[in-house]
């Protein structure tokens, strides 16, 4: 019993001090939503001064250099602690994040749709900021200020919880951020870093649905899992992506080569990698060699159906369970299918709703195609690597979701809004 | 031991049968995602002659008689019953909606937004629809019909789970939807009406996540909160309406009466309805007596604040928690505020977010509500009555929405959609 207590009263101190996080998170809310947008910009181009001043990054480092010697006592991978690290260039690219976050468009205010009544009734949808918004990552410390600012520039307040790795990382970003924000007169409690290594604190923020809009997890599959079943909040899911390219018939070669490798070995732990290749029946006895030689040579393991396995040469056979597997690897599966039917049946059937690119030349093929596919990007002649925020053109991104309701794909500043109806009337009443 | 088992074997059986209509409405949905709004509309217009037609309506009466003979005989309530009965002029609703909603504009396929990217690419944000919906709601078999012709109309599928005293007439008016739309073209799946009195089958409709995108829950505050305490699928939640009327110290008091009896009296029971009126302390004097008085010339039982009450005869003090009521009834509180500002800090701490109106003639206090006061309707010399999907120009209403994720406020077909990404290339790859 003695131990029970002793354990749970350091929890119930995190928990609580979560609370009064949330709390006064809430009214930082109310206060930021109406705050200009100079306001918000001189705030985001005083936080990138000062991360990239002498003495923001002598703190960040010192900071930095804790967590980094703890990591490697504890362990810790190699690639984690290089995700951990902070050099000087990810400290000025964070800096520099913030002042591109600061030069994109103001979406709050901004009017959606106007129309007017029979009744003289003027109607108006006007983005608003959704609130408070929690995000939950793993410890890449640039997270930290990344999200700190699209939250912030869409009139949010935001809560910070961070790997527990990166806390003292996390906790010194923040400390620089604030001080920033707060000298441009963005409300204190607008940024709030949480900084413990007890798990309580996720999950008495879960459990905050009075004082928390939104919460998105950024990580890997089991992050989000536990975000999403333990939240009473509602979470913006990122699940898995399983890409397809589909080389219709009558694709160009030449496109389908570049397409199909840029999708492929780019980057191919991405979500929006390709992780199968679809080629029509009619083109494959042509194209399959060609496509399958030159991801070979990009050192691409090929697993495909029996018919893909007869076409050329070095593929294995795939199962069943490949075709919905994200590999995230320089590996992919290679089907061949009868029709443009076929090929959605097969994406409606093994695909994640993610990102599916068709190559062809034919713009009848290519309509139906970005029309009957229901993924949250559609492409036509472009690699599936292009299912990005930045690359799409919203400016940054503060993940991608892949269900569909409040957002569905890369999402950017608009997506940390909602709209409510502004109406202006001469005394309307209802009849 | 026994008897468990033997009650747990039809559960199981009602379990399973829900899971296998969940599965047909993701069928159904793909294909009626692509579903020309021709089609749409023509089955929209099929069903409503079936639903007046003279078998239709013989059919609806004599499934309805059951059910209200049922429902007498098990006592229900008498305002529970009315709402239960199926008059003629109720069925010739029913129709009338379904037309309404053929007229509708078709949201699927409207192209939100569209932009190039320097590198050629052609971007555009296309709505789609949401996939599979589950629409659960009291004895009030009306909205069987309503709900499922908006759904459609969005092209979604529809899973239609009443309130059991009505599964008799629910049952009949889903056959006869059904009908007509499946003889239309709409696939067979698209809507379908769980009749069962057994829970259980909403317990398991609300743990398919695979199958279904949406959960509308329409009712009261409790079956609200047990959706929304049981579903693993997103909710769209609508809890209650702590409606605010401010009247300014600029107000017009014509206007001001109008609107503040209209907001209170002309259907008290709506959540649109005016709970709390706020009069500015240096009109109070001359505004509060006559405001008073016209209130309580429509039966309207007033609480107000020590100031309040010390102006007009015959207000009873009200106490903290009066300020958060909703009452649905002919009561409402009155509050005397020294400011603008002091009115939007009540309607912060007491409002549920839902719809606030100010009257006055001066435009710059109105414009400074509009923007600072965050409900999802918010009104300038207008009635809070005003705040509906039909009222605004939505064309219909599926709910009104109080949490800002997806949708806040009215929600009419376009809430039932989402956007996908669709962009075109000329063979584009990722740098």
């Not at 003027?122 to 999200?147: C, F, K, M, S």
Request: charged share 25%.
């Amino acid at each position: 019993m003695t131990t029970k207590t002793a354990t749970r009263e350091p929890r119930d101190g995190v928990r609580a001090e979560v609370r009064a996080m949330a709390r006064a998170a809430r009214e930082a809310a109310r206060r930021l939503s109406a705050l200009p947008t100079a306001v918000k910009n001189a705030a985001l181009l005083a936080a990138a001064d000062r991360l990239a001043s002498a003495a923001g990054r002598q703190a960040l480092a010192a900071a930095n250099a804790e967590d980094v010697a703890a990591a490697k006592a504890a362990g810790l991978a190699a690639p984690m602690v290089d995700r951990l690290t902070l050099t000087e260039a990810r400290i000025a690219q964070m800096a520099a994040g913030l002042r591109e976050v600061a030069a994109l468009p103001d979406p709050v205010g901004e009017t959606v749709k106007r129309w007017r009544r029979p009744t003289g009734l003027e109607v108006a949808r006007v983005r608003i900021p959704l609130g408070v918004i929690a995000i939950i990552y793993e410890a890449r410390p640039n997270v930290t200020a990344d999200a700190a600012a699209l939250c912030v520039k869409a009139g949010n307040a935001v809560l910070l919880k961070g790997g527990s790795e990166a806390r003292r990382s996390n906790a010194a970003i923040g400390k620089l951020l604030v001080e920033a924000f707060t000298g441009a007169g963005v409300p204190a409690g607008a940024v709030q870093v949480i900084a413990t290594a007890d798990r309580a604190a996720t999950e008495e923020l879960l459990t905050l649905d009075e004082d928390i809009d939104l919460v998105i997890p950024r990580g890997g599959e089991g992050l989000i899992r536990f975000v999403a079943e333990r939240s009473r909040i509602p979470v913006l899911k990122h699940y898995k992506g399983v890409c397809h390219v589909y080389v219709d018939r009558a694709a160009n070669l030449d496109t389908a080569e570049a397409i199909v490798v840029n999708a492929k070995a780019q980057r191919p732990s991405t979500c929006n990698a390709m992780e199968t290749l679809l080629v029509h029946a009619e083109i494959a006895p042509k194209a399959l060699p060609r496509l399958a030689s030159a991801l070979r040579a990009k050192g691409v393991r090929l697993k495909g159906d029996a018919r893909a396995a007869s076409l050329a040469p070095g593929i294995e056979r795939a199962t069943e369970a490949d075709f919905g597997q994200e590999y995230l690897d320089l590996v992919a599966n290679v089907a061949v299918v009868d029709s443009l039917d076929a090929a959605m049946a097969h994406i409606a059937r093994y695909g994640s709703s993610h990102t599916e690119s068709i190559v062809t030349e034919d713009a009848e093929a290519a309509e139906r195609f970005l029309r009957e596919v229901q993924s949250s990007t559609v492409l036509h002649n472009a690699s599936t690597r292009l299912a990005d925020g930045f690359e799409l053109g919203l400016g940054a991104e503060i993940g991608i979701s892949t269900s569909k309701l409040h957002a569905f794909g890369p999402m950017g500043l608009e997506e940390l809004t909602t709209t409510k109806f502004v109406v202006r009337g001469q005394g309307q009443l209802r009849a």
